[in-house]
């Protein structure tokens, strides 16, 4: 089991930046690929914003977030980041933190129903 804690959420105005940090309990997840996850006000399906493999070989970004956004990993603090430039209004949404129960994976899914731990989310508002 691994229990993830995000962290770094916050109310930013349009333009500006932040730095989400995710947390995990336990050694495992160094060997196991991570993403980032967004649900926004009264969506219906966590929506795929990035994600990196265990060695950080692998990175993937939504094409929404290609260019404003930065994944990476620090697995000797078993811990994720996610920075996001360039924030805009509807980037405003509940941010979560996912981990894949498969070890040494070489790719990263960026389907939400392949991630099986997950934090309690972040909130993240943009303000015009």
């Known amino acids: 089991q691994v229990e993830l804690i995000e962290s770094g959420g916050g109310l930013v105005q349009a333009g500006g930046s932040l730095r989400l940090s995710c947390a995990a309990s336990?050694?495992?997840?160094?060997?196991?690929?991570a993403g980032w996850f967004r649900q926004a006000p009264g969506g219906q399906e966590r929506e795929f914003v990035a994600?990196?493999?265990?060695?950080?070989?692998?990175?993937v970004y939504a094409d929404s977030f290609e260019g404003r956004g930065t994944i990476s990993r620090d697995n000797a603090k078993n811990a994720v980041y996610l920075q996001m430039d360039g924030l805009k209004p509807e980037d405003t949404a509940e941010y979560y933190c996912?981990?894949?129960?498969?070890?040494?994976?070489?790719?990263?899914?960026?389907?939400?129903?392949?991630?099986?731990?997950w934090g309690p989310g972040t909130q993240v508002t943009v303000s015009s």
């Open positions: 996912a981990a894949d129960s498969r070890a040494f994976r070489a790719e990263v899914s960026t389907a939400h129903d392949e991630y099986k731990y």
């Open positions: 336990t050694n495992t997840f160094m060997i196991s690929s």
């Open positions: 994600g990196i493999n265990w060695n950080g070989a692998s990175i």
